[in-house]
């Protein structure tokens, strides 16, 4: 199921919400996955120079399995990976390999205040794939880090469970879900 939105319709639908329900993430951010829009529940890694979390998290499942429609079909929602990695543009915490086993394992997309590499390749997932930037340095494997825990992205509180919408102007997160 898609699901048709757009950041600046959501702003100004929601920007007298509960105080502090709406975020939006400074425009710092560049697109490199083959698909532009993207939303979901939010599920966080806060790591810094080391992948470890990342990739388990890519690993597992990308959705919530949702209510029924009555006939015995279930719906299930794509989630949103967001990672913490401390801004560093020293090594990237997603490259190809994991950007084809998130899209495979159905997240909608992943967002990292931090880099990726293998670009050519992450453009041709069909993932919604966000980050400061790109270098060609893989990280070291410390198993270092923390999953599922608040974050802060570019001075910006994200909470697992939040919703994140992405699309071409920008990046909003939102306690509920917008619609």
Known sequence: MTIRFATC?????????????????????????????????????KCF?????????VESQGWIDGP???????HRTAKVLVVDGGA???????????????????WAGVVINGCVRDVAEL?????GIRALGRVPLPTEKRNEGQHNVPVQIQGVVVVPGDWLYADEDGIVVSSEPLF
């Open 9 to 45: 319709d959501l702003c100004d639908a929601h920007k007298r919400d509960f105080p502090g329900s709406l975020r939006v993430l400074p425009p710092l951010f560049h697109d490199f996955g083959a698909i532009r829009t993207f939303c979901g529940p939010v599920e966080t890694v």
């Open 123 to 127: 453009a041709q997932h069909p993932l």
């Open 88 to 106: 560093s543009l020293r090594y990237a915490l997603l490259g190809g390999n994991l950007g084809k086993v998130a899209a495979r394992n159905g």
């Open 68 to 74: 029924g429609d009555g006939a015995g079909v279930s």
């Open 49 to 57: 120079e080391d992948n470890s979390l990342v990739k388990a998290a």
